[in-house]
C-alpha cells in the first residue's frame, strides 16, 4: 500500500516562499510509469493542478504557476517538495500530493492534505 503524507508550515506570510514536502512510503519515487503530484484546493473552489515531477525527475507545471512554482525531489529520502514563491491570499488552500499511474490515468493515491494559509 502506497502512502503520501504532506509536511511544510500551516502560515506564511505575503511575499515569502512556502515549501512543502511529500513523503512517499510503499512505493519509490524513481519507479517508471509513475508521477508525483502537486494539487490544491482553495476555499469553495474545486481542485487545482500545480504540477509533477516524474519517475524520472522531469517537472511540469500549469502555465497560471509556472513563474513562481518549482518541484524537486530528494530519493534517498523518497520525498519529493513544492516550492511557491511570492506568495499571496490568494494561494491560501488546501495543498495535496499524489500519485498518478500512466497504466490506469488516474491519481490512485493521495496525501491526507495541509491547510496553508498566505496572511500574516
Known amino acids: 500500500q502506497v502512502q503520501l503524507q504532506e509536511s511544510g508550515p500551516g502560515l506564511v506570510k505575503p511575499s515569502q516562499t512556502l515549501s512543502l514536502t511529500c513523503t512517499v512510503s510503499?512505493?519509490?519515487?524513481?519507479?517508471?510509469?509513475?508521477?508525483w503530484h502537486w494539487i490544491r484546493q482553495p476555499p469553495g473552489k474545486g481542485l487545482e493542478w500545480i504540477g509533477a515531477?516524474?519517475?524520472?525527475?522531469?517537472?511540469y507545471y500549469t502555465p497560471s504557476l509556472k513563474s513562481r512554482a518549482s518541484i524537486s525531489r530528494d530519493t534517498s529520502k523518497n520525498q519529493f517538495t513544492l516550492q511557491l514563491r511570492s506568495v499571496t491570499p490568494e494561494d491560501t488552500a488546501v495543498y495535496y500530493c499524489?500519485?498518478?499511474?500512466?497504466?490506469?490515468?488516474?491519481?490512485?493515491?493521495w496525501g491526507q492534505g495541509t491547510q496553508v494559509t498566505g496572511s500574516s
Open positions: 499524489a500519485r498518478r499511474s500512466s497504466i490506469n490515468a488516474v491519481y490512485d493515491y
Open positions: 510503499g512505493g519509490s519515487i524513481t519507479t517508471n510509469y509513475v508521477s
Open positions: 515531477i516524474s519517475g524520472s525527475g522531469s517537472t
